[in-house]
């Protein structure tokens, strides 16, 4: 949809679940998308209740719960092992319009929504939960959605679990090894007192962008100047050297730039400054969303709204557009007065990425640590050491001190 002079503000938990013993083949069949996406609006909101076909997450073998096996596009039973396959599918990921989506929906406020009701795919129990899924406390089955509400975003994309428990574990000791200025006992730390996966949601935003833009171009010249100096005898020299000068003129043009795939995180349940460190994610590995994926991990229901979003993103393009002026403008320096920016082809989408989220004791202190279950990037918390720095400040002090010492000598 073309842009207008004003456009909208554009973009840019729980059980562990078991890990196979043995990690199937990855297929490249697309994973089966569930009967509820066919009645998706083209902006991505479902306006009617599920019926009554909900994810079974119990083992055809055993009748034991299921959940996903990281890696694969399996069901892994807890019991007795089995791999149960996803059904696969012909369903695509699909973006949807932001400009439909504000015109339908743009007064709705997530926070304003009432929970949502989830059923438990071992036991048929119900409970109402923000979350998208969970675990039953009565056979800790998995919990998934099975209502829908008007103006509520749907998830249109997952990415799965690559990294299994296991490896989430291997990357947090290496991690743990690593850090510089770490107390010498947290190396002792081998695992992690809590550990569990979660889906977060991250809104993606897509956009065309024509910018107008006014400035000035500064291009450096050179003039020769004099002046007296000391000559280190008591007397004074003249001496000849170069002056650095800017000379400005007008610059004014035009950029154009599509964007793809502009991250934002959708939650506030975790600290912001380490989710935006977790990326970048592999979105080329989304699948078609489905609540098989989901099993046996929770999965948080988002609380930035899309507007919201849409602005965090709009400010990351912005930064990106800037560049594109600057180099427009050319010359040594650049000055920018004014941006004026039209989006067009504004479209969004929903995708769940996978987390696993580790705690860890330390001096009667609790730890957060994150690892990005799809590429294992480790991003925490961490204890310092204070004699290790105070040696380090006394170190880089003695060298400071040899060096004036070695150049007070050589002048005398």
């Not at 770490?182 to 992690?192: D, E, F, W």
């Not at 007192?193 to 977060?200: Q, S, V």
């Not at 918390?381 to 006394?394: G, M, N, Q, T, W």
């Amino acid at each position: 949809m073309t842009g207008t002079g004003a456009p909208p503000p554009l973009p840019f938990s729980d059980p562990e679940p078991p890990e196979p013993d043995q990690v199937a083949d990855q297929r490249d069949d697309t994973p089966d998308t569930p009967d509820t996406l066919d009645d998706l609006d083209t902006d991505g909101t479902l306006d009617h209740e599920v019926g009554d076909e909900h994810l079974s997450a119990v083992c055809p073998s055993c009748g034991a719960q299921t959940a996903y096996a990281p890696g694969t596009t399996s069901l892994r039973c807890g019991s007795c092992g089995a791999l149960q396959e996803i059904a696969p599918s012909e369903a695509t990921i699909t973006e949807h319009s932001f400009d439909e989506w504000v015109a339908r929906h743009g007064g709705v406020s997530v926070a304003s929504l009432a929970a949502i009701e989830l059923e438990c795919g071992n036991c048929g129990a119900r409970s109402e939960s923000t979350d998208l899924a969970s675990t039953c406390q009565f056979c800790s089955g998995a919990l998934v959605a099975v209502t829908k509400q008007e103006g509520l975003v749907e998830p249109e994309a997952v990415l799965p679990f690559h990294v299994d428990r296991d490896g989430a574990r291997e990357n947090f000791r290496a991690w743990v090894g690593s850090r510089r200025f770490a107390p010498n006992a947290l190396k002792r730390v081998g695992s992690t007192e809590g550990l569990r996966g979660t889906y977060l949601p991250h809104w993606t935003f897509d956009a065309r962008t024509d910018t107008d833009y006014q400035g000035q171009r500064g291009d450096h010249y050179y003039v020769t100047r004099t002046r007296r100096v000391s000559d280190g005898k008591g007397g004074h020299r003249t001496e000849t050297y170069r002056e650095r000068r800017t000379r400005w003129r007008g610059a004014s043009g035009s950029v154009n730039r599509s964007f793809d795939d502009v991250v934002v995180v959708a939650s506030h349940h975790l600290e912001r400054e380490q989710l935006e460190k977790m990326g970048p994610w592999t979105l080329s590995e989304a699948r078609p969303f489905q609540p098989e994926y989901l099993t046996g991990y929770s999965a948080v229901r988002y609380d930035v709204d899309p507007q919201a979003g849409s602005e965090e993103a709009r400010g990351e393009m912005r930064e990106v557009i800037r560049q594109d002026v600057e180099r427009d403008i050319g010359g040594d320096e650049q000055r920018i007065s004014e941006m004026d920016v039209t989006y067009s082809r504004a479209m969004f989408k929903l995708i769940l990425m996978p987390l696993w989220i580790a705690t860890y004791l330390y001096g009667g202190k609790t730890y957060q640590v994150l690892v990005n279950a799809n590429t294992g990037k480790v991003i925490g918390d961490r204890p310092y050491s204070a004699l290790k720095i105070a040696a380090a400040v006394v170190a880089a002090l003695v060298v400071v001190a040899a060096v004036v010492a070695i150049v007070m000598a050589t002048r005398q």
